[in-house]
Each structure stands twice: as structure tokens, then as C-alpha cells.
């Protein structure tokens, strides 16, 4: 059974930045494509950023140009740098993968809250 640990989230300003790591306890690679997911208080569970099998990352057009995913697969680890912070990215943030089928039990998710 894999397992997912989100980390990395805090209180940031608008305008800062954070980096959030999510470790794989597990083969990483039979969960790919990953992706990181965003629920917003009230809000239904998203799909930010998606880190593909090959090729170019995909982001939801509220991130782009501001998040970026990325992974160490030596580490079983994924990342996501969010930058240019806004009060809209609050919001709880989980790791799995994209394909329903593959997917891991949802971790704790990791908070971040972007207010002055």
C-alpha cells in the first residue's frame, strides 16, 4: 500500500512563496501521472499541476506561470514551487495520481494560507 506525506505548507504573504514536497512511501512510478490537488475551504478537491509519464507539465490556468511541479525520482519525492502567492491559493494541498485507478489512500495534505 502506498502511502503519501505531504509537507512544506505554512503562512505566507501574498506575493511569497513556498515549496511543498510530497514523499512516495511506495514504487512512484506505478502512480504516475501525479499531480498536486488544491481543496479551498467549502471547495471541491482540484487539480493544479500535473506531472506527465513524458513530456510538458500541466498547470490550471489559476497557477500558470506561477507554480511549478517537479520530482526527484531517486528521492520518491515530488515538489511544487508556488510563487507569486495569492489569497485564492489558500487551501489545503494533496499529491496522488491522476488516474483514478492508480491512485493512493489521500494523505493529511499539507496547509498553506496566504494572507497579511
Known amino acids: 500500500q502506498v502511502q503519501l506525506v505531504e509537507s512544506g505548507g505554512g503562512l505566507v504573504q501574498p506575493g511569497g512563496s513556498v515549496r511543498l514536497s510530497c514523499v512516495v512511501g511506495g514504487n512512484i512510478f506505478s502512480m504516475l501521472p501525479m499531480g498536486w490537488y488544491r481543496q479551498a475551504p467549502g471547495m471541491e478537491r482540484e487539480l493544479v499541476a500535473t506531472?506527465?509519464?513524458?513530456?510538458?507539465?500541466i498547470y490550471a490556468d489559476s497557477v500558470k506561470g506561477r507554480f511549478t511541479i517537479s520530482r526527484d525520482y531517486a528521492k520518491n519525492t515530488m515538489y511544487l514551487q508556488m510563487n507569486n502567492l495569492k489569497p485564492d491559493d489558500t487551501g489545503v494541498y494533496y499529491c496522488n495520481s491522476v488516474v483514478s485507478s492508480r491512485r493512493a489512500a489521500w494523505g493529511q495534505g499539507t496547509q498553506v494560507t496566504v494572507s497579511s
Open positions: 506531472l506527465p509519464q513524458t513530456g510538458s507539465s
